[in-house]
Nanobody
């Protein structure tokens, strides 16, 4: 089992920045890939970015250049640096981790971008 806890969300003005953090606990050695998803009101949950255990990162095209995903040295943490935020980025952001057997989700952290 893996537990994920996010932090770092909040209210920011358009053009501002936020850094989300996610800490994994439990069977962290079994984690292969970690990432971030988001869900805006009335919309489906969508992928933001993923990062493998070796550090290879992948982004949804619309996030490239503004968002940066990284993992901590201990490999049980994942971060999402979000710059030049837009009102359309308002959503609940979820941390995600996948092992060979299952995938896991955090509770989510709210990001609100005001215009």
């Amino acid at each position: 089992q893996v537990q994920l806890v996010e932090s770092g969300g909040g209210l920011v003005q358009a053009g501002g920045s936020l850094r989300l953090s996610c800490v994994a606990s439990g069977s962290i050695l079994s984690i292969n890939v970690m990432g971030w998803y988001r869900q805006a009101p009335g919309k489906q949950r969508e992928l933001v970015a993923t990062i493998g255990s070796g550090g290879s990162a992948h982004y949804v095209d619309s996030m490239k250049g503004r968002f940066t995903i990284s993992r901590g040295n201990a490999k049980n943490m994942v971060f999402l640096q979000m710059n030049n935020l837009e009102p359309e980025d308002t959503a609940v952001y979820y941390c995600w981790a996948v092992t060979l057997k299952n995938d896991y989700w955090g509770q989510g952290t709210q990001v609100t971008v005001s215009s």
